[in-house]
């Protein structure tokens, strides 16, 4: 019982970790070629959703 009280939390906070460290490194690769994202989805036609 005291085992499952003490992992639930440890378990949500490497999880929400991790959802942190993966968006950090999306919005990194964003800044970082963002514009040409852009370019290559505005030739294509798929820039409207941005």
Same mark, same amino acid.
């Given at each position: 019982? &005291? +085992?499952?009280?003490? &992992? &639930?939390p440890?378990?949500?906070? =490497?999880? =929400?970790? #991790?959802? $942190? /460290? #993966? &968006? @950090? +490194?999306? !919005? #990194?690769g964003? +800044?970082? $070629? @963002? =514009?040409?994202? !852009?370019? #290559?989805? /505005?030739?294509? @036609?798929?820039?409207?959703? !941005?």
């Amino acid at each position: 019982m &005291t +085992l499952n009280r003490i &992992t &639930t939390p440890l378990l949500l906070a =490497a999880g =929400a970790l #991790a959802l $942190s /460290a #993966a &968006t @950090g +490194l999306a !919005f #990194a690769g964003w +800044l970082d $070629s @963002g =514009a040409r994202i !852009f370019m #290559a989805m /505005a030739e294509t @036609g798929l820039a409207w959703c !941005f």
